[in-house]
């Protein structure tokens, strides 16, 4: 289902689905897993980093309200945090 980010857009009396909003989700996957790859340098590590990030997304129904620009910071921010608890869990399992 091909639909323009402006027309998956939720409102209070019409909220995405579950399904939309994995799809919608998707636009952003790579994005996500490019930006924690750049930090960890570890496929495996990106992938984990980039899914955890997508769920804390899943979750923010105000992300999907908000504009490209603001999405876009906002994922990059999950996947940035996501990266840096995965580096940190790693780094304390070291200690």
């Known amino acids: 289902m091909a639909a ?3 027309a998956v857009k939720c409102t209070e009396s019409n ?16 994005y996500c897993y490019q930006v924690a790859f750049y930090l960890l340098m570890d ?5 984990r980093a980039a899914e955890q990030a997508l769920l804390a997304l899943y979750m ?5 309200n908000a504009s490209d ?7 990059k ?6 990266a840096l608890e995965l580096r940190k869990s790693e780094l ?3 200690v």
């Open 69 to 75: 620009d603001v999405r876009r910071a906002k994922a």
């Open 43 to 47: 496929g495996n590590q990106a992938k």
């Open 92 to 94: 304390e399992r070291l």
């Open 60 to 64: 923010q129904n105000d992300w999907f």
């Open 15 to 30: 909220p995405l689905t579950p399904d939309e909003k994995v799809e919608f989700l998707r636009q952003y996957e790579s």
């Open 77 to 82: 921010h999950a996947a940035l945090q996501q």
């Open 4 to 6: 323009s980010a402006e």
